[in-house]
């Protein structure tokens, strides 16, 4: 089992900076890669990036590249989602996961463990 543990969520403002990290603890030497999701109300949910084993797997959301970037650190085993110039369409739930092997790793249905994800909203 793997248990993740998202922080960092709050409410900001447009323009904003925000750090989320995703802590992971149990079996963490199963895990291939950690990812970034999110999901806002009535949407699907959006894949932001992930760290694999092979690397990074960019993000395919059009919406926030050049502005998300996810980051390690290995011997806290904590992914972080680094959000730079936030915008009210950002608004959303992230979560992490983590993914038990190499598989297509933006889709959801490739990560077998999920945190309880944290709320970020941003006023215009």
């Known amino acids: 089992q793997v248990q993740l543990v998202e922080s960092g969520g709050g409410l900001v403002q447009a323009g904003d900076s925000l750090r989320l990290s995703c802590a992971a603890s149990?079996?963490?030497?199963?895990?291939?890669?950690m990812g970034w999701f999110r999901q806002a109300p009535g949407q699907e949910r959006d894949f932001l990036g992930a760290?694999?084993?092979?690397?990074?797997?960019?993000t395919n959301t059009e919406s926030v590249k050049g502005r998300f970037t996810i980051s390690r650190d290995n011997a806290k085993n904590t992914v972080y989602l680094q959000m730079n110039s936030l915008k009210p369409e950002d608004t959303a739930v992230y979560y992490c996961?983590?993914?038990?092997?190499?598989?297509?790793?933006?889709?959801?249905?490739?990560?077998?463990?999920w945190g309880q994800g944290t709320q970020v909203t941003v006023s215009s």
């Open positions: 996961a983590a993914g038990m092997r190499q598989t297509e790793m933006f889709a959801p249905s490739a990560y077998n463990y």
């Open positions: 760290i694999s084993r092979s690397g990074i797997v960019p």
């Open positions: 149990g079996r963490t030497f199963s895990i291939h890669a």
